[in-house]
């Protein structure tokens, strides 16, 4: 087991088996297992199949709700009517662990994913009647299903959009010359490598390093590798699995196969003849793993997502540019296909994602292709050719 917090209140990752972790939230002068959150987290991670990321990032936002709660004495319903001043307090109190942003208040996208894990706590509370109705009633509102199936849904009265607006100046991808340029920074023929299947393949940063080398079918178009009937080019599967040793998670629910273009395919094929300096890496399943440490750290170790985003952002500074996050890379590749009219549901594919609207956040068209459309459609509509 690993803990992290302050005295009063810690979060801890429970171990289950070798492979099968949760994070749960302890309180009180004796660190006592907060029970309502703990059913909570393990719901989350085995009755809902989450990975053990979400329910780290889970216990870290209900540790917050719960020591607040405790503070001015409330209980779970009491603090479902007070949610607004307990929002009204995270958006007025800075940052205080280290970090790019420290000391200073937090953002939208930050806030969205506490008020998501508070929200979800208090589904679970109702399914289990451990709440009032009135209580229920302070957090959610009963609408028609989106789908007009008929049914009725629960949907949160207190809302955050947490996607970045243009209007903020925060474009939520890095553009086509800051990808080429984090490529031509790069040192080592492993980080170019990642950078580019960040980009071009728009993995997340939990898959990149959850990939295996047999993950990786690396085959010209009609060929096939062992086991694998897909015969359309270089590909890569990305699989869920549990167990990663440094906690990385996929997100996919299924096996989603990515075509892998040709450059990266000869990227990769370098950073094989650079993995063959590293001793012990021929021995690793893991399709990247770390260098030799310049105090004696063994190489061929599995690495973090926070090591890939330490990664893209050192990558990005040593470059001169913005500071840039992996997640960024895949807005590239999510916004460019968007601007190439690829079809929905391919992109859907592609992107790996359930919902066919998550991709709505890539279509942001610039102001000289809403023009060229408007153009065209008036041609048509007088008839000029």
Known sequence: MSSSGGPAAEILRVEVTDTLAYWTV???????VVEDVDDFLRHLRFGRAC???????YAGHLKRFHTWCGEYDLSRDGAAAELPHY?????TTPRLTSGRGQGRLPQDATLAPALAAIHGFYLHLADLRRIDAKALDALFVTVPHPAGTGRLVLEPRLRIDSRPSHAAGRAPAATREEFAGLLRTAQTARDRCMVALLGACALRAGQLVGLFREDLHLVPAGSTAPGCPYNLGPHLHLQKREGHPRGAANKNRGTVIVPVPGPVVMLYADWMRERLTIPGADSTTWAFVSFLGPTGAPGGQALSTRRIHDLVSDLAQDAGLRHIHPHMLRHTFGETAADLDVARDVLQCLLGHRDVASQDVYRNPSDARVAEAARSVNDKIFGQT
């Open 51 to 57: 990975a053990e990321s979400t329910t780290k990032t």
């Open 87 to 91: 929002l009204m307090k995270l958006r």
């Open 26 to 32: 302890l309180s009180g002068p004796t660190l006592r």
